[in-house]
């Protein structure tokens, strides 16, 4: 017979597993595949049971996964907004269903903020501001105008909204500074290879300066400058944001100039707000995760200390 106490079978007095259903964009980045590792192992350590569900960067799959994590009557949602708009309607029967939501990474453009209930990620406005002003300080004798090409992140995403409006905040200073060209490379290798091609083939040696909004498209931009014949971040400086492995790689083969962090190693700080949401405690709205810059001479010495 099972294992009775008191009249009550056992299993009543173990503690019900919180769920969380987890909507993540895709695998698009290093950064991307360092967050989902993140957030999976901390489910694991902190006994949550995940339902995880990958969107392949499609809009339409994240809101399919959080209905279906309402109909499955998950304890709390999580996610990842892949863009900023559009999230309405399905947070709004997130709430009419009672559960809570956290977003992690990006935010999203809703009027009624009572729709998630936490927003846990980076401060990109700052971290677009950082590489500009490691660029103004590193050009500030350059006399002549100084031509920046730009590798735009996922259209309509936080990410690369806020990294170009912090970037052009900080350079605006100085007319020297003009972006002669600006297209998305939707974060990927692939594409930032292909858009830098493009952009060697229309100004070619004009090219002093390229910004990309993550260290992928930088890498793979890097590729399209070397067959191009010229020097990664000799002939063209090169500014990332990320600061994953692969950037640390490029700046020791002295092809990266300069890595902006935005770490992705949201996971345990997830998990611990699920845990205090189901013990009733209230999140605050807004969790920052803080972070630095790596030239390319610190990152011999930085890299065996680096997580992701
Ligand atoms: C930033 C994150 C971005 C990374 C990219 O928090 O949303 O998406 O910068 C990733 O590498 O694809």
């Given amino acids: 017979a099972a294992a009775m106490a008191g009249g009550l079978p056992l299993g009543a007095f173990a503690q019900k597993k919180v ?5 993540q964009i895709g695998a698009e980045s290093e950064w991307r595949t360092a967050n989902t590792e ?11 049971e995940l339902k995880f569900s990958d ?19 998950v304890d709390v949602i999580a996610f990842s907004p892949v863009v900023e708009s559009g999230w309405e309607t399905v947070l709004r029967e997130a709430k009419a ?10 935010a999203v453009n809703v009027k009624d903020d009572s729709l998630w209930v936490s927003f846990m990620g980076s401060d990109f406005l700052e971290e677009g501001r950082k590489a500009g002003r490691w660029l103004t300080e590193k050009m500030k004798d350059v006399k002549g105008e100084v031509h920046i ?3 735009q992140g996922t259209v309509g995403s936080a990410p690369a909204i806020d990294r170009k409006r912090g970037f052009e905040e900080i350079i605006k200073a100085d007319p020297k500074f003009k972006i002669i060209r600006s297209q998305t490379g939707d974060f990927t290798r692939a594409k ?10 229309a100004e070619g ?5 390229l910004y990309a909004h993550n260290d992928d498209m930088a890498i793979g931009a890097i590729q399209a400058i070397e067959e191009a014949g010229l020097k990664p971040a000799k002939d063209i400086v090169i500014i990332s944001i990320d600061a994953v492995k692969g950037a640390f790689e490029a700046m020791m083969a002295g092809k990266l100039n300069v890595t902006v962090e935005c770490s992705p190693l949201l996971g345990p700080q997830l998990m611990q707000a699920v845990k205090d949401l189901k013990a ?6 807004r969790i920052v995760t803080e972070e630095g810059i790596f030239p390319m001479e610190v990152a011999a010495k930085e890299f065996p200390k680096r997580k992701y």
């Fill in 55 to 73: 969107a392949q960067q499609k809009q339409e799959n994240q809101i399919k996964a959080i209905r279906s994590f309402i109909a499955q009557r």
């Fill in 19 to 23: 769920v969380l259903g987890f909507s």
């Fill in 149 to 151: 090409v730009e590798l």
């Fill in 97 to 106: 269903a009672k559960i809570p939501v956290i977003l992690t990474d990006r």
């Fill in 38 to 48: 993140s957030i999976k192992s901390a489910a694991k350590e902190h006994g949550i």
């Fill in 205 to 209: 040696k004009k090219i002093n300066v």
């Fill in 192 to 201: 930032g290879k292909e858009v830098m091609e493009a952009f060697l083939k």
């Fill in 280 to 285: 009733g405690k209230t999140l605050p709205k």
